[in-house]
């Protein structure tokens, strides 16, 4: 099974030719790591750091969580599998500030890597 953690340089390229000039959303499905490795810390625990971390590239962005959630139940799909722990929805509102977020050198993304088994982020309008 392929795990997705971090953004590639080829879906990075293609990202910067998609003509997104308004408020989009970017759907966050995130399945957590027990522990982090070398830690007594869970990745839901990690995760929130992360979180708390990221806060101000977020307002900076003018990014904002419109959904926090985590899976109860598989109405169309494998029966009784939750593939993720939880399901995040943040606007943005351009593209270039999302993109001046996730460059910025200072941007906590090793934290979020950390805390993650597998993941997906969705361009969404």
Do not use: H
């Not at 982090?36 to 101000?56: A, C, H, L, N, W």
């Not at 351009?94 to 977020?101: D, E, G, H, L």
């Amino acid at each position: 099974m392929d795990v997705y953690l971090e953004l590639t340089k080829e879906q990075y390229l293609e990202f910067m030719k998609y003509d997104v000039e308004e408020k989009f959303q970017m759907l966050n499905l995130l399945k957590f790591v027990d522990r982090v490795e070398g830690t007594d810390i869970s990745g839901k625990e990690q995760y929130r750091k992360y979180m708390k971390e990221v806060m101000p590239y977020f307002l900076e962005a003018g990014a904002r969580v419109i959904y926090d959630g985590k899976p109860y139940f598989t109405l169309i799909g494998p029966a009784g599998d939750l593939e993720w722990d939880k399901v995040l929805i943040i606007e943005y509102e351009t593209k270039a500030k999302f993109i001046n977020m996730i460059s910025s050198p200072d941007y906590p993304g090793a934290i979020r890597k950390k805390a993650l088994a597998d993941s997906r982020l969705i361009l969404c309008k």
